[in-house]
Nanobody, 123 residues
């Protein structure tokens, strides 16, 4: 079993920054494909960013140039640095892990999910 625990969400004004963290259990974390998704009220869960075991990354178009995903394998943690936040970034942000296979931009292949952390951006 793998447990994912997100932290770092909160309320921030437009233009501000937040850094989300996702701490994972599991001795083979360095091989996990990791991703962040988000879900706003009344909307489907959407892809935000992913990072492969080799640190290759992919971003959704709305966050390119503003968000950065990274991982620190020594502490089994993946981060999402969010800059220049906009009100439309308001959502619950979820961390996801795929134990075997490549990271994907769709949620179905991921094996484990965190409980989510709320990000609210005020205008």
């Amino acid at each position: 079993q793998v447990q994912l625990v997100e932290s770092g969400g909160g309320l921030v004004q437009a233009g501000g920054s937040l850094r989300l963290s996702c701490a994972a259990s599991g001795r083979t974390f360095s091989r996990f494909a990791m991703a962040w998704f988000r879900q706003a009220p009344g909307k489907e869960r959407e892809f935000v960013a992913l990072i492969h075991w080799n640190d290759d990354t992919t971003y959704a178009d709305p966050v390119k140039g503003r968000f950065t995903i990274s991982r620190y394998n020594a502490e089994n943690t993946v981060y999402l640095q969010m800059n220049s936040l906009k009100p439309e970034d308001t959502a619950v942000y979820y961390c996801a892990a795929r134990v075997i296979g490549l990271a994907t931009t769709t949620p179905d292949p991921y094996d484990y999910w965190g409980q989510g952390t709320q990000v609210t951006v005020s205008s």
